[in-house]
């Protein structure tokens, strides 16, 4: 796993154990310090495409509701994204949403678009906490991408997002099929990750579950 992280930038497996929680606790362990997504709550989290009146406010399940997600990264809105993501597929369901990754270190970049995004800032909305951040630094060694909760200030963020969808248009993009009981673990300093739409007409009902848990 760990060979597979440094070289791709992700890694999936199956459960071995009977509770797919203990192998995503113990992966995360593994690998840094499992840490909650939200305050208070459970550090192993559920995930279910939503409808907005059950969904967090700003989340993505709150904007995009049960329709595809744009590429991001996890926890964008803390000052130190978190370092890996480790998912277990609980229920593929039948709606056939698959999980899409975006390589950043493959992403066909120009210098001067590096320094666009080092440059361009964006106002990361987390409430009281909200700051300002560019999407790239020399200071810092993880990405921070997310247009959910980080929103352009000037010309220049704006031309910056252009860059990126272009960018992510021409990608090589690699397409995550969930099964029941598969594990995928994301370099969330590194790799960009989305969902599809549903295929299937009967909503969320049918939808997947996924559990979550972010390390630091």
Known sequence: MLSSLKEKG?????????????????????????IGARRRRS?????????????????????????????????????TPCRYIVMGCKSSGICGRETHLIDWELLQLKHSDINLLKNAVFLVKDGRRSFYSSIVSDNNPFIRYDIGCMHTTDRDSEIALQVLNSAFDNAKKIDIEWKENDILVLDNWRMLHGRSSSSNAFGMNSSRELHRVLTK
């Open 43 to 79: 550090v192993v989290e559920v995930l279910k495409p939503q409808s907005s009146s059950f969904a967090h406010d700003n989340s993505l399940s709150a904007q995009y509701q049960l329709s595809s997600f744009p590429f991001h990264v996890d926890t964008a809105h803390w000052p």
């Open 10 to 34: 992700w890694w999936k497996g199956k459960c071995r154990g009977l509770n797919i929680d203990d192998d995503l606790l113990q992966i995360a362990s593994h690998l840094g310090q499992p």
